[in-house]
Structure formats: C-alpha cells, structure tokens
C-alpha cells in the first residue's frame, strides 16, 4: 500500500512560525500546531479533513496536530500553541 503524504515541513521546511496565546483568528497556511498548554478550539479549519469538528474538548499539551495539506485556519477559546507555516 502506497500513501502520499506531503512531509516537507517535517523535513525542515518550516517557512515561520505563529504563535498565539490569545483568541484572535489566525489564518495563512500550517502544517502543524503544537499545543504548549492545555488547549481548546473554537475553530480549526484544515484541508482535506472529514469528520468532526475539532472544538468543544481540550488537546494536552505536548500534542502536536499534523496535517501536510495545510491547516488554513484556527481560533482558539483557551490555551496556547505554536502553529508551524507551509510555503
């Protein structure tokens, strides 16, 4: 079985880095966040996702949400994260 998967910001190809310990909205394009404390989300807007949303729970800290095709939005409702940027 054959997947693809985009690992270039895992390879070191991180273009900056947001972060944000507040709730304003953060848009632009991520391919991970890291979670610094414990957090929760009003919003996390990623490509290629399917399923629920990921809002109404909190993430401990130390978790590291991935996604290679990007992450282009997300608002926090508490906490503080590292969002890492794609090209």
């Known amino acids: 079985m054959q997947n693809n998967v985009n690992i270039a910001g895992a390879a070191g190809a991180c273009h900056g880095v947001v972060v944000e310990t507040g709730t304003d909205a953060i848009t632009g394009k991520f391919y991970a966040i890291q979670v610094l404390t414990d957090t929760q989300f009003a919003l996390l807007t990623e490509n290629g996702k399917t399923g629920d949303a990921m809002t109404g729970f909190t993430i401990p800290a130390g978790t590291t949400i991935i996604n290679g095709l990007g992450i ?7 906490g503080r994260v590292r969002a890492y940027k794609l090209k």
């Open 72 to 78: 282009t939005a997300f608002t926090l409702t508490s």
